[in-house]
């Protein structure tokens, strides 16, 4: 399995397409030429494996981050994306709609 330390390698996950757009360079490059190194973010915000997916829900919403690199110990365990967060809230909701419609179905009669 591929394994890299953290340090750095979350920098190269939250570049993004409006990051090349909007990134003050400084420089007259090309943007043919220009690398990852160049417009990514130097400081990324990482969740950990026990980080709660509301949590992620929220630090998502309120830093427009669309990925996370997950990091445990200083190496990249993964990387968790807006889809798969709200993919694990729907589920959720769906199995608690489930049990209220199975306990309601299921409510004793009064008498």
Do not use: C
């Not at 990134?23 to 973010?41: I, K, N, Q, Y």
């Not at 950990?48 to 365990?77: I, K």
């Amino acid at each position: 399995m591929f394994r890299r330390q953290a340090e750095g390698l979350g920098q190269a996950l939250r570049t993004r397409k409006t990051d090349v757009v909007h990134h003050d360079l400084h420089v007259d490059v090309p943007v043919g030429e220009l690398l990852a190194r160049d417009v990514m973010s130097s400081d990324p915000i990482v969740a950990s494996p026990e980080t709660d997916v509301n949590d992620l829900r929220r630090m998502m919403v309120e830093t427009h981050q669309r990925y996370f690199p997950v990091v445990s110990a200083g190496t990249l365990q993964g990387v968790i994306s807006f889809h798969d967060v709200a993919r694990a809230v729907l589920e959720e909701q769906g199995f608690e709609n489930r049990m209220l419609k199975a306990y309601i179905r299921d409510w004793p009669a009064e008498g």
